[in-house]
């Protein structure tokens, strides 16, 4: 099982919805990431937060807010979504922001359908 | 420059064969480079990971071998099988503080082992 705890696993939502994804870590990292992740492709890079601040936006769309009112959780806030961001919402975490010793740890998740 | 090439999108291997996966990159501030491995419905997982000060290394049957001067990468799966049908990920980090916590990912191989 990952480390790395995402909920929920599955989410349908409708356009004018607001939803939010949870992510929580308890390895003591103080990088955490939200990755986005269409089918057969990579992992695409949406937030970083170091030590509780938000250190890359990736040119994320407003409609995505993400916020880290922790060490140990993330969320990404989700309102008026399109049906093409659709996809796998990854969370991530690790030791200090990823290089060779601080390595990636993703969670399995969460598998989203805007309808 | 901030790309990372892999190749084949896809690879069927029969129980027992070796398994190669090849990723080039342009950027020579990468400076750690790690090999994802995604099941199906789970997040990306570690598999291994190399420095560029080393050309090969060796963790059961998986192997990177790391060409510095050619800018070149691969990942060898020795004796496959059908429990490593997944998608492989190779990956590189900038060096640079600037751009820390941003991992660039190669485009993926499907592998598929055959029993």
């Known amino acids: 099982d990952t480390e790395v705890t995402q909920t929920p696993k599955h989410l349908v939502m409708g356009m004018t919805n607001k939803k939010s994804l949870k992510c929580e870590q308890h390895m003591g990292h103080r990088a955490m990431y939200w990755y986005k992740q269409k089918a057969k492709k990579p992992p695409e890079l949406m937030f970083v937060y170091s030590y509780e601040k938000l250190s890359i936006n990736e040119s994320v769309p407003s409609r995505f807010s993400p916020e880290c009112p922790n060490s140990s959780l993330l969320n990404l806030h989700l309102h008026a979504l399109q049906p093409e961001d659709s996809a796998l919402y990854l969370c991530a975490s690790s030791q200090l922001l990823v290089k060779l010793r601080s390595p990636l740890h993703f969670g399995n998740g969460t598998r989203l359908t805007v309808t | ?115």
């Open chain 2, 1 to 115: 420059q901030q790309q990372v090439k892999q190749s084949p999108q896809s690879l069927i291997v029969q129980k027992g064969g070796i398994s190669i996966i090849n990723c080039a990159y342009e950027n020579t501030a990468f400076d750690y480079f790690p090999w994802y491995q995604q099941f199906p419905g789970k997040g990306p997982a570690l598999l291994i990971a190399i420095r560029p000060d080393v050309s090969e290394k060796k963790e059961g049957r998986f192997t990177i071998s790391f060409n510095k001067s050619a800018k070149q990468f691969s990942l060898h799966i020795m004796d496959s099988q059908p429990g490593d049908s997944a998608t492989y990920f190779c990956a590189a980090i900038p060096g640079s503080v600037y751009q820390g916590g941003k991992l660039i990912f190669g485009q993926g191989t499907e592998l598929s082992v055959k029993p």
